[in-house]
């Protein structure tokens, strides 16, 4: 079945929700079917099992996602910035979680984070050291840091971006005097769904690792969307001294680039953008509304598809339009269109608020808290230096 066709009645039933403010929506608009990210939540922790799934929110960077998640037992996340820190700590509020900022933090955001630590005691909060030079400038930063940090070296298993290689750490001799060492972080997102036979070899550079390293490893984390599934069927991940998680975020709210793992998992199109007919400028074109600053601007066209309109055919987005061929039917001006992203992290990010339906049921517009990021480490309790 394809994307379109499994989210159709799920369209109709959106658009049922909100059929009494529709005329006043203002497009394009980002809806969250709630039902169906609970479905997805249930789908993967059955799949990883207690314990081993560490969603990343970078995703969808909202507290309504967040307590599904908590909801079915899921306490455990990775995020990306500081903004994705304290949205996470303030919904869980009293409930203890554990959050891993999966990101090379420069010393200044090291101690905002520290500093919103402190807010949630009951809580802990994990940092991700780049390198021994990272590593040492954390180690300095957090001197005189309001509360104890604990850290995870980030091997760089093959995608080249951040991280550093298992031999080099391993030479290195890891060690730290202001944050405890509890683990390692390996993420694998250069490969596809397809590529078991490499993603085998960089499980063995982290399980290697963690065996040789002078600390005790307590966690090794890896993978996103497009590796869990070989993650979490590797004997060696699986079985050693450590608890190993996975951590694929994407599929809570499903999206074009999720297929492989949506059809093993049956998951729901979770996230639709609804968008507007602003102009038919020639037979078989019409334009919508949502153009890269409504939808995935880091992908290539067509970027989506329209559900229940199997010929619509985007072309190449400007920043507020997105041209489009109809071989044949036709889209009145101002018709509505349900679109499924191809990339829903980056869409969301967009949206400074999104439009909650649960079945049938229309639960009105909330702030996506987490969105863009904050300009200052000061925002998050750093103490002005002047």
């Known amino acids: 079945m394809s994307a379109s066709s499994e989210a159709s009645p799920r369209v109709h039933a959106i658009l049922r929700a909100l059929a009494p403010r529709l005329d006043t929506l203002i497009t394009p608009a980002l809806v969250l079917e709630l039902d169906a990210v609970a479905h997805n939540v249930r789908a993967m922790a059955s799949f990883a099992g207690p314990g081993r799934w560490r969603p990343h929110v970078k995703t ?4 309504e996602i967040v307590r599904a998640l908590l909801a079915e037992g899921v306490t455990a996340f990775k995020c990306a910035t500081l903004d994705e820190l304290d949205m996470t700590l303030r919904t869980a509020g009293s409930t203890p979680v554990d959050v891993l900022l999966a990101y090379p933090l420069h010393p200044a955001a090291a101690v905002a984070a520290a500093q919103l630590a402190t807010r949630s005691a009951q809580s802990q909060v994990r940092l991700l050291a780049d390198s021994p030079d990272h590593l040492g400038q954390l180690d300095a930063a957090l001197e005189s840091a309001p509360t104890r940090l604990t850290a995870m070296l980030d091997v760089d298993v093959g995608m080249g971006r951040t991280g550093t290689s298992a031999e080099r750490w391993a030479n290195a001799c890891a060690h730290a005097t202001n944050v405890d060492l509890v683990g390692l972080h390996g993420y694998e997102g250069h490969l596809a769904w397809s590529q078991l036979e490499d993603a085998t ?3 063995a550079q982290l399980t290697e690792l963690a065996e ?13 969307t497009h590796a869990f599934h070989h993650a979490l069927g590797n004997a060696a991940l699986r079985d050693g001294p450590w608890q190993h998680q996975v951590s694929p975020g994407t599929l809570v709210l499903s999206d074009l680039r999720t297929a492989p793992a ?3 998992l049956s ?13 038919t400028p020639g037979p078989g074109r019409v334009t919508l509304d949502a153009g890269s600053k409504g939808l995935n601007p880091d992908c290539p066209p067509p970027g989506c598809v329209a559900v229940d309109h199997p010929r619509l055919q985007a072309t190449i987005a400007s920043e507020e339009h997105r041209p489009c061929h109809l071989e044949d039917g036709r889209l009145a001006l101002g018709e509505l269109v349900a679109l499924i992203p191809e990339h829903v992290c980056t869409t969301v990010n967009l949206y400074r608020y999104a439009q909650l339906v649960r079945g049938e049921r229309d639960l009105g517009s909330a702030e996506i808290s987490a969105r863009s990021r904050s300009h200052d480490a000061r925002a998050f309790g750093m103490p002005d230096p002047r």
């Open 60 to 63: 969808h960077k909202h507290p």
């Open 201 to 203: 070899l960089g499980y």
């Open 212 to 224: 040789s390293v002078a600390f005790d490893v307590q966690w090794v984390i890896t993978s996103g």
């Open 267 to 279: 998951l729901r199109q979770a996230a639709f953008v609804l968008s507007r007919v602003i102009a």
């Open 262 to 264: 949506a059809e093993l």
